[in-house]
């Protein structure tokens, strides 16, 4: 088990189509997850507990809010409870993944002792700043370690986002932290892009020469980025789980300050995809690392990456 009793953001309830059972796995563990017109939230161990058929490939019953065996049509309710002939219901048998919600945004511990609270984070968001949508939900081939610590690492941007944003240079104004919580406030000096990368993705059109950004870093599973814009305020919300042990689920809700009415149709999607390829560009360059050792080499600015290593080893 992976920081046992950690809190962890699974999902964004648009993430989940109505009556459409999907696979979730965590911690080792398949679990299968499902939404109903009401948007209620019901999650069972991913294997039927009768001959070990996958539940996530059945279906979702609406009457009943049930869900399928693909196997033998048999029924679990939201408790794991099975429908049997005559009405029946069985006492709870495919096990329950304990879920918290908080608004919009699924939690969960995993079935552990909570050891953190969950940050009411998400909630504040929500209510000062505009949803527009979730970019990725992508599984990373890469140890949960690995694509926390590059949450955290400062410098990557130059390197791994240079294709995207040309940046040339990063500059830390400050760094703090309090525990499992801590606040960064970054520059990034870019070069100008090409005429064809401005085609390519119009989102670089309201990027910044001099990209200021604050980020709130929520151990072990969120880092919340602030940037400015001629669009307003943009809030990116990184955030990662453990799935098994050497693969990482990722992805990012994204929040605005303005509404641009009916241009929103026409803004929003640019600014969802070149958040889309910032993960795209992390994926690529932690799926291709060696085998982790021990640096060698020590750059400045690692303050935010050697306060998150430290907490997850000493967990």
């Not at 953001?9 to 696979?23: E, F, G, R, T």
């Not at 058929?53 to 409870?81: M, Q, V, Y």
């Not at 309090?178 to 406030?185: I, P, Q, R, W």
């Not at 994204?254 to 509404?259: A, C, N, Q, R």
């Amino acid at each position: 088990m992976i920081l046992p009793g950690a809190p962890w953001l699974i999902a964004h309830k648009s993430m989940l189509k109505v009556n459409k059972p999907k696979l979730f796995t965590i911690c080792g563990q398949d679990y299968v997850l499902w939404k109903n017109e009401k948007g209620e939230i019901s999650a069972l161990e991913n294997i039927c507990p009768h001959m070990g058929a996958k539940l996530s490939d059945g279906w979702i019953c609406p009457e009943t809010n049930t869900i399928a065996c693909p196997f033998h049509a048999l029924e679990f309710d939201s408790e794991g409870r099975a429908i049997l002939p005559n009405e029946k219901i069985s006492k709870p048998l495919a096990k329950q993944l304990k879920l918290f919600l908080q608004g919009d945004f699924i939690w969960t511990y995993a079935n552990q002792e909570p050891k953190l609270t969950i940050p009411d984070i998400l909630e504040k968001l929500s209510t000062q700043f505009r949803f527009i949508g979730v970019a990725g939900d992508v599984t990373i081939k890469a140890p949960f370690i690995d694509a926390l610590e590059i949450n955290h690492d400062v410098n990557h941007a130059k390197g791994t986002h240079r294709e995207l944003f040309r940046i040339k240079e990063t500059k830390v104004d400050d760094f703090q932290d309090d525990g499992y919580f801590s606040v960064s406030t970054i520059k990034h000096f870019r070069e100008k892009n090409t005429f064809q990368e401005y085609l390519e993705n119009i989102a670089l059109l309201f990027t910044p020469n001099e990209v200021e950004l604050i980020l709130e870093n929520y151990f072990p599973s969120l880092v919340v980025v602030y940037s400015d814009s001629p669009l307003g305020k943009l809030v990116q919300v990184f955030t990662i789980y453990p799935q098994n042990k050497n693969t990482t689920r990722i992805f990012i809700p994204l929040f605005t300050e303005k509404s641009f009415g009916i241009f929103n149709s026409i803004l929003e999607p640019p600014t969802i995809k070149a958040t889309e390829e910032i993960i795209r560009q992390d994926v690529a360059m932690l799926e291709n690392l060696y085998p982790r050792f021990e640096p060698k080499i020590r750059l400045s600015h690692e303050e935010p990456l050697h306060w998150v290593r430290q907490l997850y080893y000493n967990w």
